[in-house]
C-alpha cells in the first residue's frame, strides 16, 4: 500500500472525524493514512516528508486555526526559514468553516497560504467546505476525489509499474498535469465504489428502496408533509447512496460501584481548572426584555487566577440532568446510571488506530459520563445516522434514516436535522425501534465543551471578583414535540443563580455581598490580542452591541483607574457604538455608561435602538451600530487613518460583525477616495496591526 501523512487540527472534533473517515476509506483504494493530530509533532517532520500530505484544518474564533494548531503554525511562520523550506512537499488541503463568519476557512486559508509561501506544491486543490449550508456538500466530493489525485500522484513521481491496481481509477486523471480538482475526480473515484467486495458494497452502492415505501401509494405519501421521520417522493422512492458504515471499536462493562465515591468534579483539561463561588447574580434586562440578560460575579480572591480587560474565559458545564435522565430512560439503562463505565477496545475492530477517548475518565458512572463528559446535545453526524440504521429494528424507520444519511437526503438532513438543531434524544424519540448500543454513543458523541465567556470587567476596578454576562439562550424544538430548550450553560447557570438573582442595580459598580453556595469551575483562555493598546494615549472605537458591551465594560473600569493613578496622563479618546432592540427594556449599564460620560472616561456614546419608534419630530435614531458608525465616519475615518487609532469589535459574528466590517470599507473609500478594493487592502492591513480587533461568535 502507498502511504500518505494525514493530519488534522481540531478544535471540537469535526476535522478529526473528517481525517478519521478519510483514514478507514484509504484501505479500500491501496493506500496506508499516517493519521496524527497536527499537534503531534514528535511523531511527523514535515523536513524530511517525502510522502503525500493530506490535512484537514478547522476554523475557530475569529478567523483562527485551532488551538491544537497554533504550536504548528507558529513554527511554519517563522521568518527565517527559506523560501524553498517545504519545495520538497507535496499537499492537499481541506478547510472547514462556516460563511456567515468574515473570516470563512481562514484556519486553512492560513496553513495553505504559508506552505506555498515555503515552495510546498498541492497535488489536489483545496477544498473549502462551509457548515452554514453542511459541511458534507464539499467534504463528500472533495474525499471522492482525493484516491484518484493520489493516486495519478504517485504515477507521476514513481512511475506506472509500482501502482498496480489502484492506477486504473487514475488513468484520466493523469494525463493532467495541474492539481487535481474534486470536481473533475467525482466520476473517476466512483469506480472504487463498484470494485469493492461484496460485504461493502451494501454500504457503498446504490441500495435499492425499501419494501415497506414500496407498497404505499404515491397518493398517500402525497398526503404527508415531509418530517423528521417522514420523506415524500421523490425521496421515499429514490434508491439510496449512503455511506459506508463506521467500524464499532468500543467494548463498554458497566460495573457496579459497590458505594464507592466518584469524584464530582468536571473533566480536567489540559489548562488549570479554578473552582470559584458565585459572590453576586443580576438581571440587566427588564422582564418584557425579549432576550434576558444576567451579570454573574465570581469570587477569585483565594485563587491564582487572573485577567485582563478583553481577556475571556472558559466555563465548564454540565448537560441538563432532565435530559440526562430522559436519555437513560430511553436506553434503558436507568437503573444503572450509578454503575461505572469501563471501556476498552473491541478485540477485533477493524477501526485503524482505535484508541480509547480521552474525554472520558476511568472508572467514572455512567450518570456522570452523560452528565459531564459528552456533548449529548451534539448534532448527530451522517456516520452517527449510518451506524444507528444498523440497530434499528421497524423498516421504515430503518429507511428514513438512511434516507437522511444519503447523498439524495441531503435537503431533508439540513432541514429537520442539522436547521432543527436534532439532537441524539430527538433520534431516539423519533425512532422508537432504534437501540443503539452504549459504546456506539460513546464512539460518535464528541467531547462536552467548555463555554466561553468575555469578561467584563477589570480586576484593578473589582480587586479580587470577575464579571461576565450573558444572555439565557433559548429556541423552539420541534423535532418531535414542540418544546422550549435553553442554552446548555446559560440555562444551568440561570437556574443555579435563580433563588439568588437580584432585580438590576448599578450591577458593575456595586460590590458583591457574602459569596453564595454555588461554585463553578472555570479556566483560562489562550492569551488574545483584544485588549486596551500599551499607549493609553492611542484613541479606540469599541462597536458592542448587546452582550457584546462585555470587554467594553472593562476596558472603561480599567481607564478610570489608569486615570486616577495618573492624574496628570495623556489619555486617548474612547468611543463606544452599542445597540439594543428597546431602550427602556435591555439598554445594559446605562447607568453606568452615563458615569463613564460625565467623568470624562468615555468621550463619545453612540447608542442605537432597532425597535423603538421616533417620538414627535425627533430625529429617528440610528437603528444598528453600523447605521451609526456609517453616521459618523468622517470621526471614525480620522481616529483609524489619521491618529492610528484601534477598533474593537465584539459580538454577534454572523450579521453584525460583517456588517460593521462593510461599513468600515465603505467609510475608507469614501472618505480617503479610494476604490473598495484598495480600502479592503486597508482594513487588512489593520487587522495585521492588530488595530482592527474582533471578539465575536
Known amino acids: 500500500m502507498k502511504r500518505f501523512l494525514l493530519l488534522y487540527a481540531s478544535q471540537r472534533g469535526q476535522a478529526q472525524a473528517i481525517a478519521e473517515d478519510i483514514s478507514e476509506k484509504a484501505v479500500a483504494y491501496g493506500f496506508s493514512a499516517d493519521l496524527h493530530c497536527i499537534s503531534e509533532s514528535h511523531k511527523y517532520d514535515l523536513k524530511t516528508e517525502r510522502a ?34 517545504l519545495a520538497h512537499l507535496w499537499y492537499g488541503l481541506l478547510g472547514l468553516g462556516d460563511s456567515e463568519y468574515t473570516y470563512f476557512c481562514n484556519g486553512g486559508k492560513i496553513i495553505d497560504k504559508r506552505f506555498q509561501e515555503l515552495g510546498a506544491q498541492r497535488f489536489y486543490d483545496t477544498g473549502h467546505a462551509d457548515d452554514c449550508v453542511g459541511l458534507e456538500l464539499v467534504v463528500e466530493p472533495w474525499i471522492n476525489g482525493l484516491w484518484a489525485a493520489l493516486a495519478k500522484h504517485f504515477l507521476l513521481s514513481r512511475g506506472k ?32 465504489l463498484l470494485r469493492l467486495d461484496g460485504s461493502r458494497r451494501n454500504d457503498a452502492e446504490v441500495l435499492e428502496q425499501n419494501a415497506v415505501n414500496r407498497g404505499q401509494s404515491n ?113 434503558q439503562l436507568i437503573d444503572r446510571r450509578d454503575h461505572c463505565v469501563i471501556l476498552n477496545i473491541k478485540a477485533d475492530t477493524k477501526k485503524k488506530g482505535a484508541a480509547l477517548p480521552q474525554h472520558i475518565p476511568e472508572k467514572c458512572s455512567l450518570h456522570f459520563l452523560l452528565t459531564w463528559c459528552l456533548e449529548i446535545r451534539a448534532l448527530p453526524k451522517k456516520a452517527f445516522l449510518r451506524a444507528l440504521v444498523d440497530h434499528t429494528g421497524d423498516g421504515a424507520e430503518k429507511r ?53 465567556y468575555s469578561c467584563a470587567s477589570s480586576s484593578l476596578f473589582h480587586p479580587g471578583k470577575l464579571h461576565f454576562i450573558f444572555n439565557i439562550v433559548e429556541f423552539w424544538s420541534d423535532t418531535t414535540a414542540v418544546a422550549l430548550r435553553k442554552g446548555v450553560c446559560t440555562g444551568w447557570l440561570a437556574a443555579l443563580v435563580e433563588s439568588v438573582l437580584q432585580p438590576n442595580a448599578h450591577a458593575s459598580r456595586a460590590d458583591g455581598e457574602k459569596a453564595l453556595a454555588p461554585e463553578i469551575s472555570i479556566s483560562p483562555r489562550a492569551t488574545n490580542f483584544f485588549h486596551l493598546p500599551n499607549d493609553p494615549s492611542v484613541p479606540i472605537i469599541m462597536v458592542g452591541p448587546g452582550t457584546g458591551i462585555a470587554p467594553f ?10 486615570r486616577e493613578h495618573h492624574p496628570d496622563g495623556h489619555f486617548g479618546a474612547m468611543w463606544l457604538f452599542f445597540g439594543c432592540r428597546h431602550k427602556d427594556r435591555d439598554y445594559l449599564f446605562r447607568e453606568e455608561l452615563r458615569h463613564f460620560l460625565k467623568c470624562g472616561i468615555l468621550t463619545h456614546l453612540k447608542v442605537s435602538f432597532s425597535r423603538d419608534a421616533p417620538v414627535g419630530e ?80
Not at 478567523?63 to 494548531?69: S, Y
Open 400 to 452: 428514513r434514516l438512511q434516507e437522511l444519511c444519503s447523498r439524495q437526503g441531503a435537503a431533508d438532513y439540513n432541514r429537520f436535522v442539522r436547521d432543527s438543531r436534532a439532537c441524539l434524544l430527538d433520534l431516539l424519540l423519533a425512532f422508537p425501534s432504534c437501540q443503539p448500543p452504549l459504546g456506539l454513543l460513546l464512539e460518535h458523541l464528541p467531547k462536552l465543551q467548555p463555554r466561553p
Open 161 to 192: 509499474e509500482e501502482m498496480n491496481g489502484t492506477l486504473t481509477m487514475a488513468s484520466n486523471a493523469s494525463r493532467r498535469t495541474d492539481p487535481v480538482t474534486p470536481e473533475l475526480l467525482h466520476i473517476e473515484s466512483q469506480v472504487g
Open 553 to 562: 465594560i472593562g476596558f472603561l473600569q480599567h481607564r478610570e483607574k489608569l
Open 52 to 85: 503525500p500530505l493530506v490535512v484537514v484544518v478547522s476554523t475557530t474564533g475569529n478567523g483562527d486555526p485551532p488551538d491544537t494548531a497554533r504550536k504548528f503554525v507558529k513554527a511554519i511562520q517563522d521568518k527565517t526559514l527559506p523560501s524553498d523550506f
Open 618 to 697: 425627533e430625529e429617528a435614531p440610528a437603528k444598528y451600530v453600523q447605521d451609526s458608525i456609517q453616521r459618523h465616519s468622517e470621526q471614525v475615518a480620522r481616529v483609524l487613518l489619521q491618529e492610528n487609532g484601534h477598533v474593537y469589535v465584539c459580538g454577534d459574528a454572523k450579521n453584525m460583525a460583517k456588517d460593521v466590517n462593510d461599513v468600515l470599507v465603505e467609510i475608507i473609500s469614501k472618505e480617503v477616495g479610494v476604490e473598495k478594493l484598495e480600502a479592503m487592502k486597508t482594513l487588512a492591513t489593520l487587522k495585521e496591526e492588530k488595530r482592527y480587533l474582533q471578539d465575536i461568535w
Open 219 to 331: 397518493t398517500l405519501i402525497a398526503d404527508f408533509e415531509p418530517s423528521l421521520i417522514r420523506s415524500i417522493p421523490p425521496l421515499s422512492q429514490a434508491s439510496l447512496n449512503i455511506p459506508a458504515l463506521p467500524p464499532e471499536y468500543l467494548q463498554v462493562h458497566l460495573e457496579e460501584s459497590f458505594g464507592q465515591e466518584e469524584s464530582q468534579a468536571p473533566v480536567t483539561s489540559v489548562d488549570p481548572v479554578f473552582h470559584v463561588p458565585i459572590s453576586k447574580a443580576v438581571q440587566l434586562t427588564m422582564n418584557d426584555a425579549i432576550k434576558t440578560t444576567l451579570l454573574i460575579e465570581l469570587d477569585i480572591s483565594k485563587t491564582d487566577f487572573s485577567y485582563q480587560p478583553g481577556d475571556a474565559f472558559n466555563v465548564i458545564c454540565p448537560n441538563s440532568d432532565s435530559e440526562v435522565q430522559h436519555l437513560l430512560q430511553r436506553l
